[in-house]
């Protein structure tokens, strides 16, 4: 972006990607939220377009890109009606590769990326765990070494598009805690087959297209070739890819709080009730112009932690902020936009309820307002540590 603005590329990005979603229209995302059938044909035109492989490396066949063309194109695509279910079904592929990208050898670069840019690969990221949470250093999942691999066994929760993918991005320990200088060192990270790990979907509140799944995993071998970077810093490199899953759940919560704005507005123009169009009581109109401030302000904040991500900055306060505003914003707006709709908000036709079912997901993933609030906290303004 120059400024406030955006660039012809990106300009040009926002537009082509716009385009591309115009032809999957409310009935189709409608349907894929009632029937849980995953959006193949949405997918397979986003792969087709090349566009999976936008923040990829040139040299894998990726556009080269930076995490801001990522998040307009991901933004747009949740503003343009798909919501999370059509993000969440794209999200993966376009930063969930990078520790494949910065710490994988060039063999595993040259085999792996451009399958998945192409859509003939599809993975999954297996990280949460039941018993752990959001405390990544108490994963139970273990790779025990063999003469020319691993052996994983354990479990892992929240995996989305697991009964889809081939392959699997998974954190285990290969190192005991109890033998480790800091609970965070010890841990690997593998990028394997997945097709003999269990995966049991999870019947969840919105989003049904796109499942997430309880994986089970028992003696799972995991050939020495498929580590990620070195033995025991799997940790280290999950967090290389913390900031910007943040910045793109944040820009995709305002795509769907704006679209769901959109549609309020128009409702509040048309519908008249006691001889003068809803739009004009105060009622109705100020929690929607307070939801489009709130939404440009998130939206500020998660293009400049975008910004500093792409010059090699720290973003870590920007964008963990980012995702916490733009997580309360696109909620506020999809909840404004159930409310001014009135008893019509409460009907499938109208969208707007399937908006707001999925606005929870990111005020929950891929982690908690109070964890972000805790950083903050402690990073930024230097308080103690709280937990």
């Known amino acids: 972006m120059s400024g406030f603005w955006l660039t012809e590329e990106q300009e040009a990005i926002r537009e082509g990607v716009a385009k591309l979603c115009a032809g999957f229209d409310d009935e189709y995302w409608r349907r894929t939220d009632e029937t849980g059938i995953f959006p193949e044909e949405f997918v397979a035109a986003i792969a087709e ?19 801001t063309e990522a998040a307009i194109m ?27 990208v910065k710490f994988g050898t060039d063999e595993q670069r040259q085999k792996h990326l451009p ?18 949470g959001l405390d990544t250093s108490s994963l139970e999942t273990r790779a025990e070494r063999t003469n020319d691999g691993y052996v994983l066994n354990g479990r892992k929760i929240w995996t989305t598009g ?12 290969t190192t005991p805690k109890d ?30 297209a796109v499942e997430c799944n309880m994986l089970f995993i028992e003696d799972l071998f995991v050939p020495a070739d498929d580590l990620v970077g070195e033995e025991g810093k799997g940790f280290s490199y999950l967090l290389h890819g913390l900031n910007p899953e943040r910045v793109l759940f944040a820009v995709e919560a305002i795509g769907l709080g704006r679209a769901a704005l959109a549609k309020a507005t128009t409702y509040a123009k048309e519908r008249v009730v006691f001889g003068r169009p809803i739009g004009q009581n105060q009622g109705v109109a100020h929690p929607l112009a307070k939801s489009w401030a709130e939404l440009e302000a998130a939206n500020l904040l998660a293009f400049k932690a975008a910004a500093l991500y792409d010059r090699g900055q720290d973003c870590g306060a920007e964008a963990n902020a980012a995702k916490y505003l733009g997580a309360e914003a696109g909620f506020t707006a999809c909840e404004a936009s159930v409310l001014a709709h009135g008893g019509m908000g409460y009907a499938k036709e109208y969208d707007v309820e399937r908006y707001f079912r999925e606005a929870m997901i990111a005020r929950i993933a891929p982690i908690s307002r109070e964890m972000i609030l805790n950083f903050i906290a402690e990073r930024v303004l230097g308080l103690p540590k709280s937990y």
């Open 115 to 132: 399958r998945l840019i192409s859509g003939e690969d599809k993975m999954c990221f297996a990280v949460t765990e039941p018993n752990s």
């Open 179 to 208: 033998q480790c200088a800091k609970p965070t060192q010890g841990l690997s990270l593998f990028y394997t087959d997945r097709e003999k790990i269990e995966a049991k979907p999870i019947p969840k509140m919105g989003r049904k």
């Open 74 to 100: 991901m933004q747009t695509v949740a503003q343009s009606g798909a919501g999370f279910s059509g993000a969440s079904a794209i999200h993966l592929n376009i930063f969930g590769p990078m520790p494949i």
């Open 49 to 67: 377009g090349g566009w999976l492989g936008v923040a990829m490396p040139e040299s894998v066949g990726g556009a080269g890109l930076g995490l």
């Open 162 to 173: 697991a009964q889809r993918a081939n392959k699997i991005l998974i954190i285990a320990r």
